[in-house]
């Protein structure tokens, strides 16, 4: 498989199209059971509120996986995505009332760099707060 956008097609300032991702406690718990990360902060809300948070909190990596995916759907290849950072700045919390929390993603081309690749900015935000910072992902392109 190789990435579907054409990188002679793409200018800087290309909007990717933005998602919204749900995230429940079952989201969490499924989460934890695949990756094998049970910390309580991210299941039990009394365990999260005893050590200063508000609520559960989702898992790190699970956000930064949920934000990469408007970069991966748009290329048209996971394996299209040759780098990719953040730095985590405000948790998701995820309440438990049947509804949970959204994670809503945007990202645009920011650089068009050698070797048909791009660099894309990724803006993820939560409760109305920026949740992951310095979210970058280099991607190459057809």
Do not use: C
């Amino acid at each position: 498989m190789t990435a579907k956008i054409a990188y002679d097609e793409v200018e800087v300032g290309t909007e990717l199209p933005a998602q919204t991702f749900p995230v429940t406690r079952a989201t969490l718990v499924q989460y934890a059971g695949a990756s094998g990360d049970f910390n309580p902060i991210h299941w039990n809300e009394k365990f999260a509120v005893e050590v200063g948070l508000p609520d559960v909190i989702a898992h790190g990596m699970f956000t930064m996986a949920e934000a990469v995916r408007v970069v991966t759907d748009w290329a048209g290849d996971p394996a299209s995505v040759v780098e990719y950072g953040v730095r985590f700045t405000k948790p998701v919390v995820v309440p438990n009332d049947g509804t949970g929390a959204l994670i809503e993603v945007s990202a645009k081309v920011a650089a068009k760099l050698d070797d048909r690749q791009v660099r894309v900015d990724i803006t993820a935000m939560s409760a109305g707060q920026k949740v992951l910072g310095m979210s970058r992902a280099v991607v190459r392109l057809a």
